[in-house]
């Protein structure tokens, strides 16, 4: 059982393979140069990668422009190289997730391009196409100021097509029953090659209606159901993982009632609020957050993540939030994003400042779900705001102060990586947090052990506990007759706290998980706890001070 649902208790590390680890000395990363870095992964801890595209692309948004669906960029290696990889993961028990981009193609892809040529050709209703310029094409765009539009005149079609991300990237009629097969074969072929699930990009825009006439777009759900079953059918313990950003009223939706459509989803409200408050210190719309996503399947789960590739989107915030958020971190325009987010990575956003960089990790180890880490973040990376929009925070992975980070022998790698001040390769790169018993990689690896000791986190129901103060954030976790306790100051003045934990099984003790700072449930009922300022805790209730009660496993 635990070891099918493997995903409610993994640890997700995401990376892009062109800024990884550049094995052949062309400045682009490949699968070779991941493969020597699989024994880096495997002692860090986590038990997942995600992979972002890798497929052939024009490359004009890092891959999210697949022109080949069955194959490998010759950039980032073969097909071949491909199956070492996943091999090599396996046998380190690492599963591998690779990104499914099908809400759309690159207009480089074959099937747009016949498409486009011939109004009778097989796939030209593969694409949504339109005579004339629809009412809303002004309407419904990703990337506000950057694009100017969703539905862009082709020449050579003689016609309009839809696209809700850029004018490069068609949407595909996902409901044409063709292109869903086509969707489900492609998630055959790359099971076949080893993977043990899909990130599903922009979900909430493949199961949706599209074209001309369509202005408010009716969700077929129906499709995720048929996605779950195809790939359970195929590989019993394949997950889905489902980028959409949605309310929490439509999350049941996305899960399905009995836990029959995505397995997993990103949780973007979870992380809005958690920025806000740790910009704020304000922990109240974060707790709101916790139990309005709460109500879930008991197979499901969400994926949770600090930074990711894209923007931190701040969308779902009110207006006074975002802009709490923007002041904190991201004040200046430059390090803004399409008007909702932010570009930066963490570590600049939090001022390199260790505390805080602990308390965002130990709540994203600790809040309910699983933790997916961005490479880099391990060691605090910065970012590049030279770099245009989402770039900046895409720069290659800095191994040691050998020239170019240790990212490539090449003279001038495609992309630049960060040299120079505080978070230049010079200074922070794994090789020598490596040999530093206190860097900031070994306590990853440690609390990284640390989650995986605390099963209820991923399994059990959660409860936020009253801590009398906003800044404070508790939650109880309670598994098979073990709970865990995690508590957390978010603001920069140390506390005092007075709670009640609930039951402790018959003994008074909170055990330390972290450090020998024990604490006892007094007579009143009550825990008092000092908390340092971005102080943080996590015990396990009831004395047992080993982690868990095998027999009830
Ligand atoms: C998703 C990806 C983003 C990409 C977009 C278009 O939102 O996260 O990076 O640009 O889809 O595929």
Known sequence: MINDLWYKNAVVY???????????????????GLMR??????????????????????????????????????????????????HAAKSRGIRVIIDLV???????????????????????????????????????MVFPGVQKTTWTHDKLAKAYYFHRFYEFQPDLNTSHPEVHAEILKIMGFWIELG????????????????????DRPVEHFDMLRSFREFVQWRQGDAVLLAEANILPQDDLKYFGDDGDRMHMCFNFQVNQTLFYALASADTRPLAKALNATEPRPATAQWGLFLRNHDELDLGRLTEKQRRTVFAAFGPDPCMQLYDRGIRRRLAPMLDGDRRRMELAYSLLFTLPGTPVLRYGDE????????????????????????????????????????????????????????????SLLNWMERI?????????????????????????????????????????NLKDKPCEVALDPGPTGGSPRLTNLLSEDHADVGEDGRACLVLEAYGYRWFRVGGLDYILRRSDL
């Not at 995401?14 to 070779?32: E, Q």
């Open 379 to 438: 060691i605090g990376m910065g970012d590049d705001l030279s770099l245009p929009e989402r770039e900046c925070a895409r720069t290659p992975m800095q191994w040691s102060t050998e020239p170019n980070g240790g990212f490539t022998k090449a003279k001038t790698p495609e992309v630049p990586v960060i040299s120079g001040g505080p978070y230049g390769f010079e200074r922070i790169n794994a090789a020598i947090q490596r040999r530093n018993p206190e």
């Open 102 to 140: 099908v809400n759309h193609t690159s207009d480089q892809h074959p099937w747009f391009q016949e498409a486009r040529r011939d109004p009778k050709s097989r796939h030209r209703d593969w694409y949504v196409w339109s005579d004339r310029k629809p009412a809303n094409a002004g309407t419904g």
């Open 195 to 214: 993977v043990a699930g899909f990130r599903m990009d922009a979900v909430p825009f493949i199961i949706s209606g599209k074209g001309p006439e369509v």
């Open 37 to 86: 870095r699989l024994d880096y992964l495997h002692g860090l801890g986590i038990t997942a990668i995600w992979l972002m595209p890798f497929q052939p692309s024009p490359g004009r948004d890092h891959g999210y422009d697949v022109s080949d669906y069955y194959n490998v960029d010759p950039r980032y290696g073969t097909l071949g190289d491909f199956v070492e990889f996943t």
């Open 448 to 488: 990284i052990r640390m989650r995986k000791e605390c099963p209820e986190i991923g399994w059990g129901r959660f409860a936020v506990i009253d801590a009398g103060d906003p800044g404070v954030l508790a939650l109880r976790y309670d598994w098979r007759n073990n709970a865990v306790l995690v508590v957390h």
């Open 14 to 32: 995401c990376l892009n393979l062109s800024t990884f680890m550049d094995a052949d000395g062309d400045g682009v990363g490949d699968f070779k």
